[in-house]
């Protein structure tokens, strides 16, 4: 990696950098639970399998507290996780739909 930096202009050089400390970062925060369900539902979305959804619970229970965890255990050693995912999305859209009859007009 270090021979293609090298034959970048000086500006593209801090560039790449400056993007890879902030990958860095960012990689290394804990992310919420509203966070991994959303990852969650994207490996539903995108791959529609069992599998995928299995895999990127145990990916993203590493990444949780240790107190919300449990959940993401959960849903990767469900019989049918895809159900699952499809009822906490159900889910998802009654707090949306809730939230939205309670707000005041503007």
């Not at 990958?23 to 925060?29: G, P, T």
Request: charged residues 30%; positive net charge.
């Amino acid at each position: 990696m270090a021979g293609k930096t090298q034959n970048l202009p000086p500006k593209q050089v801090t560039d790449r950098h400056a993007i890879l400390r902030v990958i860095n970062v960012y990689r290394d925060l804990i992310m919420t639970l509203t966070d991994a369900i959303i990852v969650l539902l994207l490996a539903e979305t995108i791959h529609g399998t069992d599998e995928a959804i299995r895999k990127s619970a145990k990916n993203m229970a590493k990444r949780l507290p240790r107190s919300k965890r449990s959940i993401m255990y959960e849903i990767a050693e469900s019989k049918s996780p895809r159900e699952l995912m499809r009822h906490i999305a159900l889910g998802l859209d009654g707090d949306e739909a809730e939230m939205s009859t309670n707000s005041p007009e503007i």
